[in-house]
């Protein structure tokens, strides 16, 4: 795990949690909107940092490194968690166990794959497809269009895919895909047993478009029943990071509130 650090440490912190195939860079273009104000630690969890040797194992193993992290930086409080896709599952981890005091958190686009009978054979195909894809980027972008079957699942433009995978970092593994997807699977389990909290701030970002959010938006609620349900108009799975002046500005009246 790598911690990017951004802005004065004098500042309150905002933690950037990328998703999955994706490294802090991610965030590369919203960062400069955020660092006058704010102390950014823009983070490569195990297995997308870039180093071969790390493997993403669980959220809850991703979530205690992360506070163990912060906590060696002198970083006992945090003003907001932002977990983007995959990434609100470490998110949602450390702002249930607070082993940093973390104030609030944004999840954007935790979409829960819940397809009844069809969801182990469909959760089985998902790491070799993924890790297929990372071969074929080359082409992706030569042709400028990403896989119908990923395209399906986030209803995002193709320019806007490819130009988050641009940013993708080197030497992930497929048990890093694999582990991923079960754990994606399994998060909003894991959730039920979560500690319930009217009073936490939360707030849900997704795309318009992006499916799979229905199911995700009333499991959460029930954990955290005032949450914010914060939907982009004619947006895709993440692509409110394609437009990182008014994600800066939504983050900022979020943190405001």
């Known amino acids: 795990m790598k911690i990017n650090e951004f802005g004065s440490k004098n500042n309150p912190k905002i933690v950037l949690i990328p998703g999955t195939m994706m490294c ?17 630690l823009a983070v490569s969890t195990d297995g997308f940092d870039g180093d071969s ?9 991703s979530a205690h490194k992360l506070a163990m992290s912060l ?11 932002f977990g983007e896709s995959f990434g609100s599952a470490t998110a949602a981890v450390i702002f249930n166990t607070q082993e940093v005091k973390v104030n609030s958190i944004i999840m954007n686009g935790p979409q829960r794959f819940d397809f009844g ?13 993924q890790y297929r894809f990372l071969g ?11 896989p119908f079957m990923l395209k399906l699942f986030t209803r995002s433009s193709d320019e806007n895919m490819l130009g988050m995978f641009a940013k993708m970092p080197e030497n992930i593994s497929y048990e890093t895909l694999k582990n991923c997807t079960e754990e994606g699977i399994s998060l909003y389990n894991e959730m039920e047993k979560f500690e ?12 318009q478009k ?45 943190i405001r509130k």
């Open 117 to 129: 009978f069809l969801t182990k054979p469909i959760a089985s195909m998902i790491p070799g497809n």
């Open 196 to 207: 319930v909290r009217p009073d936490a701030k939360v707030s849900v970002w997704h795309g």
């Open 136 to 146: 074929k980027m080359d082409k992706a972008q030569q042709k400028g269009k990403i």
């Open 53 to 61: 040797d790390s493997t993403f194992t669980t959220a809850k193993a």
């Open 24 to 40: 802090w860079k991610q965030f590369g273009s919203v960062i400069p909107f955020l660092e006058e104000d704010y102390h950014i």
């Open 71 to 81: 906590r060696e930086k002198g970083v006992d409080e945090v003003e907001l968690v």
């Open 210 to 254: 992006e499916p799979n959010m229905k199911k995700a938006i009333l499991a959460i609620r029930k954990i955290y029943p005032n949450m914010e349900d914060h939907p982009f108009k004619d947006m895709g799975h993440g692509e409110i990071i394609a437009h990182p002046d008014l994600m800066a500005d939504e983050i900022k009246k979020f």
